[in-house]
């Protein structure tokens, strides 16, 4: 099994920044990706950024610009820089794994992000 603990979330004016972490540890034998979704009221779940084990990333459109995805692949652990937060970048912030050999996905508890205008 492979557990996930994310921190980072907050209350922020808009315009202010955060930086979410989440880290993975158990039974892990590879990474194939690290990546963060988040889900606002009455809204779907929907992908904020990802990164693969090959360094490739891939953004929303909503947060390009704005939001920084990063790994430390040493500690099993993804970030996500977030500047010039927004009132509608307020959601739960669930983190991402997916492990190899075949592609299992384990998702964190989620932490939430207020940004207050």
């Known amino acids: 099994q492979v557990q996930l603990v994310e921190s980072g979330g907050g209350l922020v004016q808009a315009g202010g920044s955060l930086r979410l972490s989440c880290a993975a540890s158990?039974?892990?034998?590879?990474?194939?990706?690290m990546g963060w979704y988040r889900q606002g009221p009455g809204k779907q779940r929907e992908l904020v950024a990802t990164?693969?084990?090959?360094?490739?990333?891939n953004y929303a459109d909503s947060v390009k610009g704005r939001f920084t995805i990063s790994t430390d692949n040493a500690k099993n652990t993804v970030y996500l820089q977030m500047n010039s937060l927004k009132p509608e970048d307020t959601a739960v912030y669930y983190c991402?794994?997916?492990?190899?050999?075949?592609?299992?996905?384990?998702w964190g508890q989620g932490t939430q992000v207020t940004v207050s205008s």
């Open positions: 990164r693969t084990s090959g360094g490739s990333t």
């Open positions: 158990g039974r892990i034998f590879l990474i194939n990706v």
């Open positions: 991402k794994v997916v492990t190899g050999p075949y592609d299992v996905d384990y």
